[in-house]
């Protein structure tokens, strides 16, 4: 995993994993479909402990390139299941797994503003949700009147 952190990273800071990014066991090239767009979902369950005790800068760089190309609006939280910094897909099973590293990452670091960071995005989910069942969107930005049950 050392080797993954430190050499399997693009020019962003971004680890090469995603359901966009593949790599090439026989080539040693990192490739992929669809722009090679980093993603990060709940469902994964990244165990940052683990990757901590492994190389904690490769970590800490990772979770500040979230919050720079995820986190698309660093007010209200929006954020884009890709990496471009632009609106798009705010799903909150990737808002989930970045909350969860970010709180990760105020744990670490001993740092609040992670955790507020982390807040943030919860925040967004929170105030976007159906008031009469407290249920939130899947995808908010795409689904303006429907309010459903999340796996987060």
């Given at each position: 995993?050392?080797y993954y952190m430190t050499h399997l990273v693009d020019e962003k800071?971004?680890?090469?994993?995603?359901?966009?990014?593949?790599?090439?066991?026989?080539?040693?090239?990192?490739?992929?479909?669809?722009?090679?767009?980093?993603?990060?979902?709940?469902?994964?369950?990244?165990d940052w402990f683990r990757l901590w005790e492994i190389n904690p800068?490769?970590?800490?760089?990772?979770?500040?390139?979230?919050?720079?190309?995820?986190?698309?609006?660093?007010?209200?939280?929006?954020?884009?299941?890709?990496?471009?910094?632009?609106?798009?897909?705010?799903?909150?099973?990737?808002?989930?797994?970045?909350?969860?590293?970010?709180?990760?990452?105020?744990?670490?670091?001993?740092?609040?503003?992670?955790?507020?960071?982390?807040k943030l995005l919860a925040n967004y989910y929170w105030h976007r949700?159906?008031?009469?069942?407290?249920?939130?969107?899947?995808?908010?930005?795409?689904?303006?009147?429907?309010?459903?049950?999340?796996?987060?």
């Amino acid at each position: 995993m050392d080797y993954y952190m430190t050499h399997l990273v693009d020019e962003k800071g971004l680890f090469w994993w995603g359901w966009h990014r593949h790599y090439d066991v026989y080539t040693d090239q990192m490739t992929g479909h669809g722009g090679n767009v980093h993603e990060l979902h709940a469902m994964h369950c990244i165990d940052w402990f683990r990757l901590w005790e492994i190389n904690p800068p490769a970590v800490q760089r990772e979770i500040e390139a979230i919050w720079e190309w995820h986190v698309i609006d660093k007010v209200t939280g929006e954020t884009d299941r890709h990496d471009s910094q632009q609106p798009g897909c705010d799903f909150s099973m990737s808002a989930g797994a970045y909350l969860y590293a970010f709180a990760f990452l105020s744990y670490q670091l001993q740092d609040s503003k992670w955790l507020d960071r982390a807040k943030l995005l919860a925040n967004y989910y929170w105030h976007r949700r159906n008031p009469a069942t407290d249920f939130f969107r899947t995808v908010p930005m795409l689904e303006p009147t429907v309010s459903m049950v999340n796996t987060l």
